[in-house]
Nanobody
Framework: QVQLVESGGGLVQAGGSLRLSCRYSGRTFSSYVMGWFRQAPGKEREFVAL????????DYGVSVNGRFTISRDNAETTVILQMNSLKPEDTAVYYCAASTNTLTVRHGRAENWGRGTQVTVSS
């Protein structure tokens, strides 16, 4: 059984940075494509980033490209989302997702999700 636990959220001023972590437990971590999504109040869930099984390929949502960086440590079974140049519109609950299928992650249909961590960016 796969479990995902996010951490690192909080309150930050616009222009600041936060580093989110997603700790994975369960079957072989390196078999899973990992992703981050976010959902703001009253809005649909939005794709943020994903990373391939070996970390060699990444993909980002348009609104975060160039500001956020996703990485993974397969030895530590952790995926990191480094968020820089934060904007108030980045305020949302951020969720970690895992699937063995890249397209499933990319389209928000992963089988495994964490409970989320709140990120609030003040202006």
């Amino acid at each position: 059984q796969v479990q995902l636990v996010e951490s690192g959220g909080g309150l930050v001023q616009a222009g600041g940075s936060l580093r989110l972590s997603c700790r994975y437990s369960g079957r072989t971590f390196s078999s899973y494509v990992m992703g981050w999504f976010r959902q703001a109040p009253g809005k649909e869930r939005e794709f943020v980033a994903l990373i391939s099984r070996n970390g060699g390929a990444t993909d980002y949502g348009v609104s975060v490209n160039g500001r956020f960086t996703i990485s993974r440590d397969n030895a530590e079974t952790t995926v990191i989302l480094q968020m820089n140049s934060l904007k108030p519109e980045d305020t949302a609950v951020y969720y970690c997702a895992a699937s063995t299928n890249t397209l499933t992650v990319r389209h928000g249909r992963a089988e495994n999700w964490g409970r989320g961590t709140q990120v609030t960016v003040s202006s």
